[in-house]
């Protein structure tokens, strides 16, 4: 099992930067497909990006302005986010995209025009 724990996310202004941080812990060996999706309210659950050892995927809302990275030697998956929009408001959830499927609790990124 694999257990994940979002950190970073706040109160930003239209234009601004932040950066999301996801501690893995727990039987990540077999873990190949990290993944970060949000959740801005009233609306389903989107894919945002995802990191593989064969590169990285975006969403089209956030292409080119948000990067996926990971660090394997310190168990971190990160989320860098620049250019904000106020559509970027949501709760970011950091994935484990094993069997089963695993999710952090989320962190709230706020963003205000």
């Known amino acids: 099992q694999v257990q994940l724990v979002e950190s970073g996310g706040g109160l930003v202004q239209a234009g601004g930067s932040l950066r999301l941080s996801c501690k893995v812990s727990?039987?990540?060996?077999?873990?190949?497909?990290m993944a970060w999706y949000r959740q801005a309210p009233g609306k389903q659950r989107e894919w945002v990006a995802t990191?593989?050892?064969?590169?990285?995927n975006y969403a089209d809302s956030v292409k080119g302005r948000f990067t996926i990275s990971r660090d394997n030697a310190k168990n971190m998956v990160y989320l860098q986010m620049n250019s904000l929009k106020p559509e970027d408001t949501a709760v970011y959830y950091c994935?484990?995209?094993?069997?089963?499927?695993?999710w952090g609790r989320g962190t709230q990124v706020t963003v205000s025009s």
């Open positions: 727990g039987s990540i060996f077999s873990i190949n497909v």
């Open positions: 990191i593989t050892s064969g590169g990285t």
């Open positions: 994935a484990a995209l094993g069997a089963p499927i695993s």
